[in-house]
Structure formats: structure tokens, C-alpha cells
């Protein structure tokens, strides 16, 4: 952990190929038994603080729910909002657009804070102020995810954050050199579908390279899955 950012890992669940977003393994329950690893997963970690990205929040969590505007005639200033200072466990989403419909101000028992820019309406922040869900600007118009991540840490106290997708948002993160370690679940399950996302997306226009890794272990889990823990080198 330096610079003031927090220590970042990302954790993901993919089939041999390389893909991720399990609902499109069928109903087999052996498929379903082995999804359910990825929270077994998670919750070994003992970590206090996971970040996704909006699209991921909108179909795992909110479920596609509109946002939500209160009206008023107060200016509501471009500051940093802490929701609950009591609170010692975050779900955390990068909703730059503020296109989330929250209702609650908890998520799984963890306290919500969402990462936006100055360009959300005072009325969708005036919604957030009136349930307490914490969140941060990080830029005007485009999320600058290393002011994201040092304001995460200096605000709230985080120092090491679960990455957990999707694709696009993991990518996001390599880009910007701020995944420490990667740990992938290894399922048992070919994919096969050619639109299927993978654990990593990055514009082509935007990457040259490729990232390496160097394994930090591998271990044999039940039912032939396989977890290897990786860092992350940067050039």
C-alpha cells in the first residue's frame, strides 16, 4: 500500500475460457453449486470493502431500478458526502452518470458509497443526501479511478478493496496500474459463447501490451476448482 491508495484485489469467477457472468451456464445444479463457490470466496477474504461497476450493480443488485430524483430549491455544492460515520464496511459502486436507483443506504449489510462525477443533478444527489448513501466526486465529466481509490482510503479508512467486476471496470483498473493481485477462480465449465465478457476488457485502441503476472500460489479446491493468486507486474 502506497501513495495513499488502498491495496487492491481482484477476484473473479470464470470458466476455463476465460469468461465470467455465470447466469449464462444454464440450471444444471452442479453449474449453480459451483457459482455459489464465488461467495465462499469472498467471504474468506475478510476484507471490508468491494468495488464494481455499474453495470454489475444495475443487474446483480438494484436490478435495473431508475434512478431516483428529489426535488428542492437548495444548490446541492460538489463536496465529498459521508453517509454514516459509524460505518466499517462498504459496498462500493463507480456510477459516474448516476444511473443507480437507490433505495437503502445498506447493501448485504455493508454501507453504500457510490463514485461519481460533478456531473450528476443536484437532484439525484439531493435523493442520495436524504438516505445517507455516502459518495465521492472523481472528476467533472470522466471518473479518475486513482483520485477514486486515495479518496477511499483517506475518507473512509479503506486499505485494501475487493475488485469485483465486470470485465470492463477490471480492465479500467489495470489500465490505470491499480490491481495489486488478481485471483481467479477456476470452474470446471467450458463457456464457449463469443459475446460472453471476459474477466479483462480494455478498448483496443487503448492497450498496447499486455500485462503479466506472476503467481503468488494455486490451490486444489472442492468439487475441480481451481484458485490461483496472481500479482500483478507493471512495466
Same mark, same amino acid.
Given at each position: 500500500?502506497?501513495?495513499?491508495? !488502498? /491495496?487492491?484485489?481482484?477476484?473473479?469467477?470464470?470458466?476455463?475460457?476465460?469468461?465470467?457472468?455465470? %447466469?449464462?451456464?444454464?440450471?444444471? !445444479?452442479?453449474?449453480?453449486?459451483? &457459482?455459489?463457490?464465488?461467495?465462499?470466496?469472498?467471504?474468506?477474504?475478510?476484507?471490508?470493502?468491494?468495488?464494481? =461497476?455499474?453495470?454489475?450493480?444495475?443487474?446483480?443488485?438494484?436490478? $435495473?431500478?431508475?434512478?431516483?430524483?428529489?426535488?428542492?430549491?437548495?444548490? &446541492? +455544492?460538489?463536496?465529498?458526502?459521508?453517509?454514516?460515520?459509524?460505518?466499517?464496511?462498504?459496498?462500493?459502486?463507480?456510477? $459516474?452518470?448516476?444511473?443507480?436507483?437507490?433505495? +437503502?443506504?445498506?447493501?448485504?449489510?455493508?454501507?453504500?458509497?457510490?463514485?461519481?462525477?460533478?456531473?450528476?443533478?443536484?437532484? /439525484?444527489?439531493?435523493?442520495?443526501?436524504?438516505?445517507?448513501?455516502? /459518495?465521492?466526486?472523481?472528476?467533472?465529466?470522466?471518473?479518475?479511478?486513482?483520485?477514486?481509490?486515495?479518496?477511499?482510503?483517506?475518507?473512509?479508512?479503506?486499505?485494501?478493496?475487493?475488485?469485483? $467486476?465486470? =470485465?470492463?471496470?477490471?480492465?479500467?483498473? &489495470? %489500465?490505470?496500474?491499480?490491481?495489486?493481485?488478481?485471483?481467479?477462480?477456476?470452474? !470446471?465449465?467450458?463457456? $464457449?459463447?463469443?459475446?460472453?465478457?471476459?474477466? *479483462?476488457? &480494455?478498448?483496443?485502441?487503448?492497450?498496447?501490451?499486455?500485462?503479466?503476472?506472476?503467481?503468488?500460489?494455486?490451490?486444489?479446491?472442492?468439487?475441480?476448482?481451481?484458485?490461483?493468486?496472481? *500479482?500483478?507486474? /507493471?512495466?
Amino acid at each position: 500500500m502506497n501513495n495513499g491508495l !488502498p /491495496y487492491v484485489i481482484c477476484l473473479m469467477m470464470t470458466s476455463v475460457d476465460g469468461k465470467i457472468l455465470g %447466469q449464462t451456464w444454464g440450471e444444471n !445444479p452442479q453449474v449453480k453449486k459451483l &457459482i455459489n463457490k464465488y461467495e465462499e470466496a469472498h467471504e474468506t477474504f475478510g476484507i471490508n470493502a468491494w468495488i464494481c =461497476g455499474r453495470t454489475t450493480f444495475e443487474r446483480d443488485f438494484t436490478k $435495473g431500478a431508475a434512478p431516483i430524483f428529489k426535488e428542492g430549491t437548495d444548490v &446541492i +455544492s460538489r463536496e465529498d458526502f459521508i453517509g454514516d460515520n459509524e460505518a466499517s464496511s462498504f459496498a462500493i459502486a463507480v456510477d $459516474g452518470k448516476g444511473k443507480l436507483g437507490w433505495e +437503502s443506504n445498506n447493501l448485504l449489510s455493508d454501507h453504500v458509497i457510490t463514485i461519481l462525477t460533478e456531473s450528476v443533478s443536484d437532484q /439525484y444527489l439531493r435523493h442520495l443526501r436524504s438516505i445517507n448513501v455516502s /459518495y465521492i466526486f472523481a472528476g467533472k465529466s470522466e471518473i479518475d479511478l486513482k483520485k477514486a481509490m486515495i479518496q477511499l482510503r483517506s475518507l473512509f479508512g479503506i486499505e485494501t478493496l475487493l475488485l469485483e $467486476g465486470g =470485465g470492463r471496470m477490471n480492465g479500467s483498473f &489495470i %489500465q490505470e496500474k491499480l490491481v495489486n493481485e488478481f485471483h481467479q477462480l477456476l470452474l !470446471p465449465i467450458i463457456d $464457449g459463447k463469443d459475446k460472453t465478457s471476459t474477466a *479483462f476488457e &480494455i478498448d483496443n485502441s487503448k492497450v498496447d501490451h499486455a500485462t503479466l503476472l506472476s503467481l503468488k500460489a494455486v490451490s486444489r479446491l472442492d468439487d475441480d476448482v481451481v484458485l490461483m493468486k496472481y *500479482f500483478v507486474q /507493471y512495466n
